[in-house]
């Protein structure tokens, strides 16, 4: 079982990142998506979330409009474009997986927004 992130790196205020999430080792289609975020010091925060069949999202206020979660799931890829990027975006971002009692975790990529 396997979750691997990539996209993350520095960007200025005001630009844009797109975060993918590879997964291998179990069905993706089955399983919801979530994406989380970390900064130093602070509480792992959820950031947006994707059913398995990529129906319904939802997303944290302080990201909503500027961010969009989505999947393809026949490419077991999931995604995270962030749009309007602010420094207080800036954390360590990971994919998470859930399907009933199973979870799977990716092993972050950092996003740092800084002039």
């Known amino acids: 079982v396997q979750l691997v992130e990539s996209g993350g790196g520095l960007v200025q205020p005001g630009g844009s990142l797109r975060l993918s999430c590879v997964a291998s080792?179990?069905?993706?289609?089955?399983?919801?998506m979530t994406w989380y975020r970390q900064a130093p010091g602070k509480e792992r925060e959820l950031v947006a979330f994707i059913s398995s069949a990529g129906g319904l999202t939802t997303y944290a206020d302080s990201v909503k409009g500027r961010f969009t979660i989505s999947r393809d799931n026949a490419k077991r890829t999931g995604y995270l474009q962030m749009n309007s990027l602010k420094p207080e975006d800036t954390a360590v971002y990971f994919c998470n997986v859930k399907r009933l009692d199973y979870t799977y975790w990716g092993q972050g990529t950092q996003v740092t927004v800084s002039s």
């Open positions: 080792g179990f069905p993706f289609s089955l399983y919801a």
